[in-house]
């Protein structure tokens, strides 16, 4: 926490990432798009729901980056406005990316999948899933 400079504590991203996270439902969870392919990926299990979470709100993140920038390229506002939305978009992008390393990070503590010739990756249904980088 820091001060924002008008005598008030604002609250850090991280200090309210945990409180973000657990308020996503079950049911709202975004499952990734693609199936296992089985020339290639070896199954290791499915990911737990704190990663599954993780995932969709770096999903809802890049999302609202995205809108963001629409927003801004059609703004009727002033450039400082735009300039606001910009910047805004910049950091939402920064944290998506960030949620995204972290989730890898995590899943590949879980499964002990850090050997630098293996990757890791997320299949329809959350299933994890390892593989020679090639």
Known sequence: MNDSGNGRVRTTWLAMLKDSLSMIDESELYNPDNDVDESVDT???????????????????????TRMLVDARYSREGSEEKEKMVRKA??????????????WANLKDQFDCWAPHLYIGLRKDFVVVTGKRG
Do not use: C, I, W
């Open 90 to 103: 910049f950091e939402l992008t920064a944290k998506s990316s960030l949620l995204r390393d972290m989730m």
């Open 43 to 65: 199954v290791l299990g499915t990911a737990p729901l704190e990663e599954r979470r993780m995932l969709t709100y770096a999903e809802r993140l890049e999302e609202q980056a």
